[in-house]
């Protein structure tokens, strides 16, 4: 017997895109099935059958694992419809379609992997993934470590239990009133930096993301990319098995 599987599941296990985005190409009318094309979804294929994605036929097109340095100012989407910027404008040169692992917030700037590998993204995006995730915060108001301590104690925050943070004051600016604080989460719930903060009474005033497990911004400018070494990418994947 030959295993059937949805078409937007297989399409997003090539490395196309993401499952979400699959269902958007095959909507689209951008899949084809032997030749017609489907756009209805969960239509189910087999390993005999052939799928195109704009004429490419799936398991052509080589993976990527991109380690971005992402701007301020930019959505972490592949596409807006208000046409501001988003992290796939700075791919246009590749030859796959990229989407991110995960998101940073418009005004956050840093660490972002971004990927053509479905199972890859799939791994480190499943809640069991708990890698650090290390962030600078510059806040409004200077904290001691005792103001802070409530963070490094598991905060509940819309009746979510959160994993404790570690934390470390890098400097203060007394005259400004600011401070800048470093901290390290391993869970990805969203604006959670920014809410943790917010919740000890210190908002966040600029945010960015220096730290995403072993990997750095290290050599990057803001705006530019490298790929993953396969040394890197093998040991995100072992992480991720363990997880
Ligand atoms: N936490 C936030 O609040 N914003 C981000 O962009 C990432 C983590």
């Known amino acids: 017997m030959v295993n059937e599987e949805r078409l937007q599941k297989v399409i997003a296990a090539a490395g196309v895109a993401s499952r979400r985005h699959a269902e958007v190409l095959i909507q689209t009318g951008h899949v ?17 059958d052939e799928v195109m994605v704009d004429g490419v036929p799936l398991g052509k097109e080589p993976l990527k694992h991109l380690l971005f340095y992402k701007p301020r100012g930019v959505i972490t989407a592949v596409s807006d419809p208000k046409h501001r910027r988003v992290v796939t404008d700075f791919f246009e040169d590749e030859t796959v379609r990229l989407y991110p692992v ?17 199972e890859f993204a799939n791994m480190l995006m499943h809640p069991s993934f708990g890698i650090d995730k290390k962030y600078v915060a510059k806040v409004q108001g200077i904290p001691t470590r005792l103001d802070l301590l409530p963070l490094k104690q598991g905060l509940t925050l819309d009746g979510k239990r959160l994993a404790p943070a570690k934390y470390n004051i890098l400097s203060s600016d007394k005259k400004k009133q600011t401070a800048i604080v470093e901290l390290t989460i391993h869970q990805g719930i969203n604006h959670q930096v920014k809410n ?41 994947k072992a992480l991720a098995q363990k997880g």
């Open 102 to 118: 995960g998101r940073l917030d418009y005004d956050t700037s840093g660490l972002l992997l971004m990927t053509n590998d479905g």
């Open 32 to 48: 084809q099935v032997n030749g017609q094309v489907v756009t209805t979804l969960g239509t189910k294929v087999t390993s005999k």
């Open 196 to 236: 943790m903060f917010k919740a000890v009474g210190f908002p966040v005033i600029k945010l960015a993301r220096e730290q995403y497990g072993a990997l750095t911004l290290q050599g990057l400018q803001s705006g530019d990319y490298r790929p993953l070494k396969p040394a890197e990418i093998a040991d995100l």
